[in-house]
């Protein structure tokens, strides 16, 4: 008889709170960015390049607006690789843009029945993890303890396996460990993908150092997105990206087979690419990350197998990546909502 489990090969996972407990595999394909709007064959062709490069975890979203391009490129790839089931590939998709959310249940709009229209465009039956996008990322939205309740039923009607939730900070995570407190029965989110990356870091008792700490002590795994922006979002010449370049092109020299330290060319974008996101794995973070290239895809996929960082390096790393705050994805985190 086939197993239940979910044969992720050889890629290395992350385990993940849900009950039962699941994992993921460590690094997912995006469909956002590069992709949003895109709800086309370019879409089709970037989730079943990814697939065949090895990627065994799709991101993706109502807001992205190409479900059914991330659902027709996952379903090609299994069509045409018998060995490779649904299971054994983690896709996520994430709540947003409900306009009316029923409260009152004279509506029927509210988290379950968009997931259920998600499902239909994706061509699957159930989601392994689903996130709320955004504390609060539409007009006439309720409260997250209304929401959050309904994310819960996806669980108990078997569409969801695992309940996460996205751009939460820490007061708004605060509301659902206090559901908790009231009711046994409320599960907690799995998982908080937020804008992660080398610059970002904080010392002692900043609020993203609070955050992690936070989701550490209730189980949470933080789930990091636009880790590759300080390579290549600003424009511009910006001596902070050319000092972390400088560092990460030392370490690729001693960890990426092939690394040309000659060259400055896109194989050594990729590489420095690596290098970056090792250093993500190594803090425990679940990487989502995205490519329109296969070539690239593969080496994002075989990061895991590359040696590992050493804590001298990563503190260069750190450090180079500390002397730079900055956020690519301001309206992500707003002060107050
Ligand atoms: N939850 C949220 O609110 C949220 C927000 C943003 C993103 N996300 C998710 O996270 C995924 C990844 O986000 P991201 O795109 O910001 O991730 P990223 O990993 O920081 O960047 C990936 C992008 O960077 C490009 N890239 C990588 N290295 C480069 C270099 N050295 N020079 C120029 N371009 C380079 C890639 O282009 P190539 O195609 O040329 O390789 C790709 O388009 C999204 O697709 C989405 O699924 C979630």
Do not use: C
Request: aromatic letters at 8%; a neutral charge; zero cysteines.
């Amino acid at each position: 008889m086939a197993s239940s489990k979910p044969n992720y090969g050889s890629i290395p996972t992350l385990k993940l709170n849900s009950d039962p407990p699941t994992s993921v595999p460590w690094i997912g394909f995006g469909t956002g960015t590069a992709f949003y709007n895109k709800d086309n064959e370019k879409t089709i062709a970037s989730v079943h390049n990814a697939l065949k490069a090895g990627f065994r975890h799709l991101d993706g979203a109502q807001m992205y607006n190409n479900e059914a391009a991330l659902g027709e490129g996952l379903a090609r790839f299994l069509k045409e690789n018998g060995s490779v089931e649904r299971k054994d590939v983690f896709v996520t998709t994430k709540l947003t843009n409900i306009q009316n959310y029923d409260t009152t249940g004279k509506t029927t709009e509210n988290a379950v029945t968009a997931l259920d229209k998600s499902l239909a465009r994706l061509q699957l039956d159930y989601v392994d993890l689903y996130l709320i996008h955004m504390p609060k990322a539409y007009a006439n939205t309720p409260g997250v303890d209304v929401v959050w309740k309904d994310m819960i039923k996806t669980v108990e009607q078997g569409k969801a396996k695992a309940i996460g939730v996205s751009n939460f900070q820490q007061r708004h995570l605060q509301t659902i460990v206090d559901l908790q407190k009231s009711n046994d029965k409320v599960l907690l989110p799995v998982v908080n993908q937020i804008e992660y990356h080398v610059h970002l870091l904080e010392g002692p008792g900043g609020p993203m150092t609070q955050l992690l700490e936070f989701h550490e002590k209730h189980g949470i795994v933080t789930s990091s997105y636009g880790g590759l922006n300080p390579l290549y979002k600003e424009p511009g010449q910006v001596p902070a990206r050319d000092h972390l370049k400088a560092v990460l092109r030392n370490i690729a020299k001693d960890v990426v087979p092939g690394f040309d330290p000659s060259k400055d060319d896109r194989e050594t974008e990729t590489h420095l690419s690596q290098v970056l996101t090792l250093w993500s794995k190594q803090k425990g973070i679940l990487v989502v990350t995205t490519t329109g290239d296969y070539e690239r895809a593969t080496k994002y996929v075989d990061t895991a197998n590359l040696p590992a960082l050493s804590a001298e390096q990563i503190k260069k790393i750190d450090d180079a990546g500390k002397a730079y705050p900055k956020r690519y994805f301001e309206s992500n985190w707003p002060s107050k909502d």
